[in-house]
């Protein structure tokens, strides 16, 4: 609102100094020194400094939209997470403890995740398919604001390194396998590579996904991956 106001006042000196000068410029023989003549000169003249102004608030404006939408869009996912899957997740451990306990593999123990028996029932079921399709929503957010992330100098090794640790549940692949039509290519392909490198994982220790982590992101499948974003 500031720049609308002040370009307002500077085509107003503009005209101003045109409309000064012309006024002031005596006896003009014909046209080409007759004050419209210089009124348009001198117009055109400032016309110029007044478009470079425009120009330059113009591509201002275009960076603090996109820093905006840099932050909102990684708060966002950020939201998400905590929204969509850890609030699920509190309901989730009470009718299915084993497979919530599989894809939270750094929280519990084996001995822990042996000792837990899931519900059975429909209830059970449902429970254990919203809380798997909040992960997957979680892989198809995180392509789709891929580009705000990157450029928002965000670490994109935090979210592979969680995405590794829910894809380290064979439970939560079987439901992946039926359910993976649901989500765009792109999003399937990363869920593809998460269970890949995530699988073959046997060690509950951080530093296990982190090395899968690290090889994941330079695999060329998910470079040629994110190249498309």
Same mark, same amino acid.
């Given at each position: 609102?500031?720049?609308?106001?002040?370009?307002?006042?500077?085509?107003?000196?503009?005209?101003?100094?045109?409309?000064?000068?012309?006024?002031?410029?005596?006896?003009?023989?014909?046209?080409?020194?007759?004050?419209?003549?210089?009124?348009?000169?001198?117009?055109?003249?400032?016309?110029?400094?007044?478009?470079?102004?425009?120009?330059?608030?113009?591509?201002?404006?275009?960076?603090?939209?996109?820093?905006?939408?840099?932050?909102?869009?990684?708060?966002?996912?950020?939201?998400?997470?905590?929204?969509?899957?850890?609030?699920?997740?509190?309901?989730?451990?009470?009718?299915?403890?084993?497979?919530?306990?599989?894809?939270?593999?750094?929280?519990?123990?084996?001995?822990?995740?042996?000792?837990?028996?899931?519900?059975?029932?429909?209830?059970?079921?449902?429970?254990?398919?919203?809380?798997?399709?909040?992960?997957? *929503?979680?892989? %198809? #957010?995180?392509? $789709? /604001?891929?580009?705000?992330?990157?450029?928002?100098? &965000? !670490?994109?090794?935090?979210?592979?390194?969680?995405?590794?640790?829910?894809?380290?549940?064979?439970?939560?692949?079987?439901?992946?396998?039926?359910?993976?039509?649901?989500?765009?290519?792109?999003?399937?392909?990363?869920?593809?590579?998460?269970?890949?490198?995530?699988?073959? *994982?046997?060690? %509950? #220790?951080?530093? $296990? /996904?982190?090395?899968?982590?690290?090889?994941?992101? &330079? !695999?060329?499948?998910?470079?040629?991956?994110?190249?498309?974003?």
């Amino acid at each position: 609102m500031a720049n609308v106001n002040l370009a307002g006042w500077l085509i107003i000196l503009v005209i101003g100094i045109a409309v000064a000068v012309s006024t002031l410029t005596h006896k003009p023989q014909q046209y080409d020194s007759s004050k419209v003549k210089i009124f348009i000169s001198v117009l055109t003249g400032l016309g110029i400094f007044i478009t470079f102004f425009f120009y330059y608030n113009v591509v201002e404006l275009q960076a603090q939209q996109q820093n905006f939408m840099i932050i909102e869009s990684i708060e966002k996912l950020n939201q998400n997470i905590d929204d969509n899957y850890y609030d699920t997740m509190r309901d989730s451990v009470l009718i299915v403890p084993k497979f919530t306990a599989s894809i939270l593999p750094l929280s519990f123990t084996q001995e822990e995740y042996d000792s837990y028996i899931d519900q059975v029932g429909s209830q059970a079921i449902l429970q254990k398919t919203i809380l798997a399709h909040n992960i997957f *929503i979680l892989w %198809r #957010d995180y392509i $789709s /604001y891929y580009y705000y992330i990157v450029k928002g100098r &965000k !670490d994109i090794s935090s979210y592979i390194t969680m995405f590794l640790q829910r894809a380290n549940s064979q439970e939560l692949f079987s439901i992946w396998k039926t359910s993976d039509s649901d989500f765009d290519s792109v999003t399937r392909k990363l869920g593809e590579l998460l269970f890949k490198y995530s699988l073959p *994982i046997q060690d %509950r #220790d951080i530093n $296990s /996904y982190i090395k899968a982590k690290d090889e994941l992101i &330079k !695999d060329p499948e998910y470079i040629k991956l994110i190249s498309k974003i």
